[in-house]
């Protein structure tokens, strides 16, 4: 299979030859492609030494033309050099004020999430011109889902609550009582900083925890489910487990004995959210595992076997999935995997949760299937967006022919970059503006979006918190609430042109009107993740047929403009659960928009389908959402 960093430096080499090429003058220039690529690959689309060759992104030929001709100081062309700045590793600085680029022609300079550094951005690639049939790109049947895979990501948004031993422990030095200050420990250099202890685990009050309250805070910017830690690391546990006194029974909350999952899932069941749990097998301080398997100076009492560890393991799982009751857990999220423990644990959580999702799991460790993490916390996707990999480990943007349907989830924090409450980081607090675009970045990337709440020592969220996740679920529905409009049928593609039929069509806008439209488009995957590049075509008059390549439009830092040529369409690559995508200004009126497919992965009697597309007005009021 091929690497994903070797696809990237591919892409990048090729990015930055046809982003010189847009920027200079058409004196000096070669002519844009507007001849199919032939399949083969032997005969070139392009004018001069310009060749046809397979893309590894789009997963199609496209037409790779030459270094472009630049006009000397004695008035005669010669060749481009080759360019010393490329999409993966810029070797001139970008400037942070993003205003000079490091890149020839019409690169930028973004800032860039996923490698936390500015990074030269190159313009979007010509692609070769012309209407064909759709193509198809494999033989082989792709992954499929499960049905509980695919009411997962309906969610779409979900709250992960960070409340455990980590938010009230601290560093050596500080004292040892739990009202000090936070802090996240750590086992792998000097062992644990100070974790409480089973006796200051005992004075622990709790006084303003309120499970309603928690739940409220996650429904506030739009969490359809929520992810508790209900262990983590220290072998804490927030339910009354018979194994040992190191848990929330063991503290004051509700006068001892208490059990916050139990009260939570009360909680979740009257707002009508879904609950899963974040349990650990690869780390429990309080009886002595690191890296799966035990040896590290223990917390608790003595040292245990790895057979005794395995089977407290077991048994927990067994306790807390059956406070759930018949409906089960949405989710079981084993923080850092399985690992070796794999074959202990997964037939008891099989056996008592069989349809459950399971995060960080192999493929079938559960009926429900696996959800994989897509590799950073910053809140963003990687484009292409596909379902299916190769293994839980593959992080990124996926495989369109992975072995495995394990749909990404997107984790990111409020306070950067803390996932427990921490003393005195209120001024870490994300913006709504950046809070927005990491839903834009996630749930836009048919991925999910799981973002934290971390309540205090006191088990309240703070208000300050509220306030801002308030304020996003606010920014959220305001950009998303002005519909010009949605399809309501599937819409299935004609095998001989790719066009989905039936178009959405909707009352003439006029060119005022169409300046800043946003279109959400979510395909049927059914059958597996089935459309890999596609376009759209716009309709000016209700009357007439005149259909014509959308324009294409970006958001800076959050949608990126599509692949497209002067004579061509604008492409995109990979639907999945859902893209946000941003037309540009519509100068001729519209009156309809229909999608085109231009190649996919269906087999035999599959058709590549959408569920549904809806266009949105960004415009007038929405422009004050964010």
């Known amino acids: 299979m091929t690497h994903p960093?070797?696809?990237?430096?591919?892409?990048?080499?090729?990015?930055?030859?046809?982003?010189?090429?847009?920027?200079?003058?058409?004196?000096?220039?070669?002519?844009?492609?507007?001849?199919?690529?032939?399949?083969?690959?032997?005969?070139?689309?392009?004018?001069?030494?310009?060749?046809?060759?397979?893309d590894p992104v789009f997963l199609d030929y496209r037409c790779i033309p030459p270094p472009p001709l630049i006009c000397g100081s004695d008035g005669k062309p010669r060749q481009a050099p080759q360019p010393t700045c490329v999409n993966e590793s810029c070797t001139t600085t970008c400037n942070t004020s993003a205003v000079q680029p490091c890149c020839p022609g019409a690169g930028r300079c973004e800032w860039d999430p996923v490698f936390i550094d500015y990074r030269c951005?190159?313009?979007?690639?010509?692609?070769?011109?012309?209407?064909?049939?759709?193509?198809?790109?494999?033989?082989?049947?792709?992954?499929?889902?499960?049905?509980?895979?695919?009411?997962?990501?309906?969610?779409?948004?979900?709250?992960?609550?960070?409340?455990?031993?980590?938010?009230?422990?601290?560093?050596?030095?500080?004292?040892?009582?739990?009202?000090?200050?936070?802090?996240?420990?750590s086992s792998k250099t000097e062992g644990p900083l100070f974790v409480p202890t089973v006796e200051e685990v005992s004075q622990w009050e709790l006084a303003n925890l309120d499970t309603d309250a928690w739940v409220a805070a996650a429904v506030a910017f739009g969490a359809k489910y929520i992810i508790l830690v209900a262990d983590h690391m220290?072998?804490?546990?927030?339910?009354?487990?018979?194994?040992?006194?190191?848990?929330?029974?063991?503290?004051?909350?509700?006068?001892?004995?208490?059990?916050?999952?139990?009260d939570l899932i009360a909680s979740c069941q009257k707002a009508g959210v879904k609950l899963g749990f974040f349990y650990s097998v690869h780390f429990n301080w309080y009886l002595g595992v690191d890296g799966f398997v035990v040896g590290h100076p223990p917390l608790g009492p003595r040292a245990y076997?790895?057979?005794?560890?395995?089977?407290?393991?077991?048994?927990?799982?067994?306790?807390?999935?059956?406070?759930?009751?018949?409906?089960?857990?949405?989710?079981?999220?084993?923080?850092?995997?399985?690992?070796?423990?794999?074959?202990?644990?997964?037939?008891?959580?099989?056996?008592?949760?069989?349809?459950?999702?399971?995060?960080?799991?192999?493929?079938?460790?559960?009926q429900g299937g696996a959800i994989r993490w897509m590799g950073n916390e910053e809140g963003s996707m990687p484009l292409p967006s596909w379902g299916a990999a190769a293994s839980i480990n593959s992080a990124g943007g996926g495989n369109p022919n992975g072995t495995f349907f394990m749909p990404p989830s997107t984790d990111t924090v409020l306070r950067e970059h803390y996932w427990f409450y921490q003393n005195n980081t209120e001024?870490?607090?994300?913006?709504?503006?950046?809070?927005?675009?990491?839903?834009?970045?996630?749930?836009?990337?048919?991925?999910?979006?799981?973002l934290n709440i971390a309540p205090d020592g006191t088990g309240a969220v703070p208000a300050s918190d509220v306030e801002q996740y308030t304020a996003m679920g606010a920014?959220?529905?305001?950009?998303?609430?002005?519909?010009?409009?949605?399809?309501?049928?599937?819409?299935?593609m004609d095998a001989a042109t790719g066009v989905l039929e039936p178009a959405l069509e909707f009352?003439?806008?006029?060119?005022?009107?169409?300046?800043?439209?946003?279109l959400v488009i979510r395909e049927d995957q059914t059958s597996g993740q089935l459309i890999n590049s596609y376009s759209f075509e716009c309709r000016a008059s209700s009357s007439g047929d005149d259909w014509t390549p959308c324009p294409g439009g970006s958001l800076s830092g959050s949608i990126p403009t599509c692949a497209a040529s002067p004579n061509g369409p604008c492409v995109y690559v990979g639907v999945g659960h859902k893209r946000i995508l941003v037309l540009g200004a519509v100068t001729t009126g519209l009156s309809a928009i229909r999608v085109v497919v231009h190649s996919h992965f269906a087999t035999g009697t599959q058709s590549p389908a959408v569920r549904d597309i809806e266009l949105f007005d960004w415009s007038g009021p929405v422009r004050q959402c964010v």
């Not at 001024?427 to 799981?450: E, M, P």
Request: aromatic share 6%; with cysteine; hydrophobic share 40%.
């Open 5 to 54: 960093a070797d696809i990237m430096k591919v892409i990048a080499v090729v990015l930055i030859y046809l982003g010189v090429l847009l920027s200079l003058g058409e004196a000096c220039v070669n002519e844009s492609c507007t001849v199919t690529c032939n399949a083969s690959a032997v005969e070139p689309c392009c004018p001069g030494t310009g060749r046809c060759e397979w």
């Open 121 to 185: 951005i190159p313009p979007p690639p010509l692609i070769c011109g012309g209407r064909r049939s759709p193509r198809a790109l494999s033989d082989t049947p792709v992954a499929l889902p499960s049905p509980q895979q695919l009411a997962w990501l309906d969610l779409e948004v979900s709250a992960m609550l960070g409340f455990n031993l980590q938010t009230i422990c601290a560093p050596k030095g500080r004292g040892t009582a739990v009202t000090t200050q936070r802090c996240q420990a």
């Open 234 to 262: 220290t072998g804490f546990t927030l339910w009354n487990t018979k194994f040992h006194n190191y848990s929330v029974a063991n503290t004051r909350y509700k006068g001892g004995g208490g059990d916050i999952v139990k």
């Open 305 to 366: 076997t790895q057979e005794e560890y395995l089977t407290i393991a077991k048994g927990q799982l067994q306790e807390v999935i059956g406070l759930f009751g018949n409906e089960g857990p949405l989710e079981v999220w084993f923080d850092g995997g399985t690992g070796p423990n794999a074959a202990a644990v997964g037939p008891v959580v099989r056996a008592a949760a069989p349809l459950a999702v399971c995060h960080s799991c192999e493929a079938n460790f559960t």
């Open 427 to 450: 001024g870490s607090t994300k913006s709504v503006h950046r809070l927005v675009n990491n839903y834009l970045t996630s749930v836009g990337r048919a991925s999910n979006l799981i």
């Open 475 to 492: 920014a959220i529905r305001c950009l998303f609430n002005h519909s010009v409009a949605k399809s309501t049928t599937p819409m299935k």
């Open 507 to 518: 009352s003439t806008l006029t060119p005022a009107q169409a300046q800043n439209l946003s």
